[in-house]
């Protein structure tokens, strides 16, 4: 069964998106302050997908997300009632996968939450039967093995988020060929967050940091302007 955590502190929404999903055949686990949140994500037992609101008392979603990260593979679906592009942006940036404003339609959470299950995870790699690849051989080389569902720069693993796994995978793939946000959009999420290509633009910003050894000046993935990203595998 699906386990899914839910950060809210509505007690009425808590319950009313609890009956829902449950019909849906999740197993959901309630908490209404992140520190209790926390607590639970330490649990080995893990979750598969998080609901995490960004407004609640004593620590926010965004510190929550930010330190949940580290610890958890699971997507995390933001639902907010703030709908400015920087407060969207901010969530990605602390480590959120995919996020919905409130009001929001409730066949549209599941239908975002089905779509995350359907996507590949770190757990079962992209593909079988990849090889490892350099990426970039100068000084510690960057492998990325995607079996393994690992990127290591010499000795160091460098750990990835299901969604940078993804769009690694998708670059990889595509190694020398320009793709376009809407590219991405399409074939990382599926479908593009309300429109907005620049979510693409956060998660190379964050990939950038763990892949290049020079992030504020790339040279393995790259910015085509007007067009979009290529990786240049060195």
């Known amino acids: 069964m699906t386990r899914l955590l839910m950060l809210e502190d509505d007690a009425g929404l808590r319950a009313s998106l609890r009956m829902v999903l449950e019909d849906e055949g999740y197993q959901v686990v309630e908490a209404a302050e992140a520190e209790q949140a926390l607590v639970l994500v330490a649990d080995p037992v893990g979750f598969d997908l998080m609901l995490v ?62 779509a995350w299950l359907r996507r590949p995870s770190l757990a079962s790699g992209a593909r079988a039967g990849t090889e490892s690849i350099v990426l970039d051989s100068r000084g510690g080389r960057l492998v990325f093995d995607r079996d393994a569902a690992s990127l290591t720069r010499g000795e160091d693993e460098i750990h990835l988020t299901n ?22 959009l399409e074939h990382v999420w599926e479908r593009g967050f309300f429109g907005d290509e620049r979510i693409v633009d956060v998660h190379v910003r964050r990939l950038r940091k763990k892949v290049e050894v020079e992030p504020s000046s790339p040279d393995l ?11 240049d595998v060195q």
């Open 163 to 184: 969604t940078e796994f993804r769009l690694l995978s998708v670059l990889v793939d595509n190694a020398g060929r320009v793709l376009s946000r809407a590219s991405l």
């Open 53 to 114: 609101d960004l407004m609640l008392g004593g620590m926010d979603g965004f510190s929550f997300i930010q330190r949940a990260r580290p610890q958890t593979q699971a997507p995390i679906l933001v639902m907010s009632a703030r709908d400015g592009v920087e407060d969207i942006v901010a969530a990605l940036e602390a480590g959120a996968d995919d996020y919905v404003t409130k009001p929001f339609l409730v066949e549209e959470v599941k239908a975002r939450l089905r």
């Open 221 to 231: 993935l790259v910015t085509v302007r007007g067009l979009g990203y290529r990786l």
